[in-house]
T-cell receptor, first 114, second 114 residues
Framework: KTQVEQSPQSLVVRQGENCVLQ??????????LRWFKQDTGKGLVSLTVLVDQKDKTSNGRYSATLDKDAKHSTLHITATLLDDTATYICVVGDRGSALGRLHFGAGTQLIVIP | DMKVTQMPRYLIKRMGENVLLECGQD?????MYWYRQDPGLGLQLIYISYDVDSNSEGDIPKGYRVSRKKREHFSLILDSAKTNQTSVYFC?????????????FGEGTRLSVL
């Protein structure tokens, strides 16, 4: 059973628009949640990690929230650029160390058009 | 520059042939992983290695084996490849003992089994 669900599956926005990606999960325990960006044909690159029960992070035009009570996270991208075109993957870790397991969502494919 | 290197990047094999995928990292990370990524699915863990000759099965180990004789190098072996092993394979490594540190991913090996 899929433990990490992302929505939407795909999204098309115009350059300069904002967008919000969603992640719902059922992983227990949920030590941390991380968002990755995966460019086409490339590996995963970490954007941000959320740890606290109710957490917020900001990394340039990327900001994220986590609500562990609701087991829900959002990734906001502000003023999108063409280079934001990629797949964004939500990953929940059940421990804080490398001994834990990572549970991956299938990703949201974001396409930014001129 | 911290990097996980995968070789080869692209590979085409016939069903029944043996396949060797190689992964290297120069950061002395103890923990390394092999995942596969298929369309519409999150990354699935094949094997995890905690150090030299200390390997554990992941969620989908059937049809695969691994070898880690040096800390910097982790190999994935498919003995008698099957068509359903066509996929993109990712190697990753994690820094030791640091809480919530992001794993580093290679750029993937795209394997087609005909």
């Amino acid at each position: 059973k899929t433990q990490v669900e992302q929505s939407p599956q795909s999204l098309v926005v115009r350059q300069g628009e904002n967008c919000v990606l969603q992640c719902n999960y059922s992983v227990t325990p949920d030590n941390h949640l991380r968002w990755f960006k995966q460019d086409t044909g490339k590996g995963l690159v970490s954007l941000t990690v959320l740890v606290d029960q109710k957490d917020k992070t900001s990394n340039g035009r990327y900001s994220a929230t986590l609500d562990k009570d609701a087991k829900h996270s959002t990734l906001h991208i502000t003023a999108t650029l063409l280079d934001d075109t990629a797949t964004y993957i939500c990953v929940v870790g059940d421990r804080g160390s490398a001994l834990g397991r990572l549970h991956f969502g299938a990703g949201t494919q974001l396409i930014v058009i001129p | 520059d911290m990097k996980v290197t995968q070789m080869p990047r692209y590979l085409i094999k016939r069903m029944g042939e043996n396949v060797l995928l190689e992964c290297g990292q120069d950061m002395s990370h103890e923990t390394m992983y092999w995942y596969r990524q298929d369309p519409g699915l999150g990354l699935q863990l094949i094997y995890i290695s905690y150090d030299v000759d200390s390997n554990s099965e992941g969620d989908i180990p059937k049809g695969y084996r691994v070898s880690r004789k040096k800390r910097e190098h982790f190999s994935l072996i498919l003995d008698s490849a099957k068509t359903n092993q066509t996929s993109v394979y990712f190697c990753a490594s994690s820094p030791p003992g640091q809480k919530n540190q992001a794993p580093l991913f290679g750029e993937g090996t795209r394997l087609s089994v005909l």
